[in-house]
């Protein structure tokens, strides 16, 4: 039996009747709303686990549980809040930190896997989305999007605006980047809320604009939180995570990934996992049917609370497929028991179709389910073929690499 203590993770279950639970973040729900469009009593049994962080040291990590054909090593570490990776032009790896306010530059110069080198190349406060298109970096915090040059020597200059008046970011603050195939420029913006009708239309989206940053449209809507996405190489369709509303039970709803096309409505507020959503009353006028019918359903669904957060596609020649999969960090749940995520998955694609998830590593949450060494975050491919992803908790980046050394390239 736990000894009761500080070193008990924060854990309580409570009955809620939904009606009651307060979505106040943005807005107020009045009431639950089923098919009928009447208020009901609706009990939902809301568990909140919050497993105790521990160092990961390499006693440790050596019980880490990697999948046949891969190999786990660390890239770096002592890095405090490593949270979002992107791959410079020169090979070298650039890293944001959130609660610090800088980008670190990740150097392996002698090619052995490790980062000799950790250099802060740029302060900004709440800095998060990153990624790189050819020689210019774009940066995000909640309310901008900025572009610099990156010179050969890898150092940056200095950051210009081109995006500004993002949404508040209320509960889902971190915005992501991606340059996609058309050579445009894609921003995610969460909901501010758990349920709640947003009045900014950006929110809940995924925004698209030129690499300049004009011509800012919606280019899918009705997504509460996704903030791993990517392009398969292959088709050129753009997949992402999406996070599942909190407190409705341990196992709904899963997290979803979907196909993202322009002009969709993934159904947040009023559709989760292809059903109406009780939490929420639908517009005035609206019924369930016509509801759905303007929803696009997920394709695949995780365990509920999981926290997709890093996605990237990868080839994985090296261990024996021709096809690349897609990779995703699940930073870990804080509203279900046993909690689940903590962990790095790999969707499997067969001719362009995602077939399942299947484990890569596993074991961050400790064999007690409330103590964890590792909250897996952001993910990169870098030029050697390796799999880069970060733990923002402990500050490790780690490192993935097929039996043959580079998952592939």
């Known amino acids: ?206 925004l698209r604009c030129d690499l300049d940053g004009t011509d800012r449209v919606v280019f899918a809507t009705g997504l509460r939180n996704t903030v791993g996405f990517g392009w398969h190489p292959g088709t050129g369709e753009l997949w992402g995570m999406d996070h599942g509303i909190d407190d409705m039970g341990d196992d709904k709803p899963g997290e979803e990934l979907n196909l993202l096309e322009q002009g969709n409505d993934y159904g947040w507020p009023f559709v989760s996992n292809s059903e109406v959503n009780t939490m929420m009353e639908l517009p005035k006028g609206m019924t369930p049917e016509v509801v759905l019918s303007r929803n696009t359903n997920p394709v695949l669904l995780f365990t509920a609370h999981a926290a997709p957060i890093g996605m990237v596609f990868a080839p994985l020649s090296s261990v024996g497929k021709k096809e690349s999969d897609a990779f995703v960090a699940f930073r870990g749940s804080w509203n279900r028991k046993p909690a689940s995520g903590y962990s790095v998955m790999r969707i499997d694609f067969e001719d362009g179709k995602p077939v399942e998830f299947l484990p890569v590593v596993t074991g961050f949450l400790m064999a007690d389910g409330i103590s964890h060494f590792g909250r897996p975050a952001g993910m990169v491919l870098a030029k050697d073929g390796s799999l880069l992803f970060t733990d923002d908790t402990n500050g490790v980046v780690y490192r993935l690499t097929g039996s043959g050394g580079a998952i592939g390239k």
């Open 1 to 206: 039996m736990a000894r009761i203590g500080a070193n008990v993770p924060e854990e309580r279950m409570g009955r809620i009747k939904t009606r009651h639970v307060a979505y106040v973040v943005a807005a107020f729900v009045s009431a639950v709303v089923p098919a009928c469009g009447q208020a009901v009593d609706q009990s939902v049994d809301v568990k909140v686990l919050r497993p105790k962080r521990m160092d990961a040291t390499a006693e440790r990590r050596a019980t880490l549980q990697v999948a046949d054909g891969f190999t786990l090593a660390v890239f770096a570490e002592g890095l405090g809040n490593a949270r979002m990776l992107a791959l410079a032009p020169d090979g070298s790896i650039l890293l944001t930190r959130r609660e610090e306010g800088d980008v670190v530059r990740l150097v392996d110069a002698d090619g052995d896997g490790k980062a000799e080198r950790q250099d802060t190349v740029l302060k900004m406060k709440s800095v998060h989305g990153i990624c790189v298109h050819e020689n210019t970096l774009f940066l995000a915090d909640v309310k901008n999007v900025y572009a610099a040059t990156i010179a050969p020597d890898g150092s940056i200059g200095t950051p210009k605006v081109i995006g500004e008046d993002l949404p508040d970011g209320g509960q889902h603050p971190n915005r992501t980047l991606g340059v996609g195939p058309d050579k445009m420029l894609y921003i995610t913006v969460g909901s501010t809320c758990n349920v709640c009708r947003e009045s900014n239309p950006e929110l809940a989206t995924i």
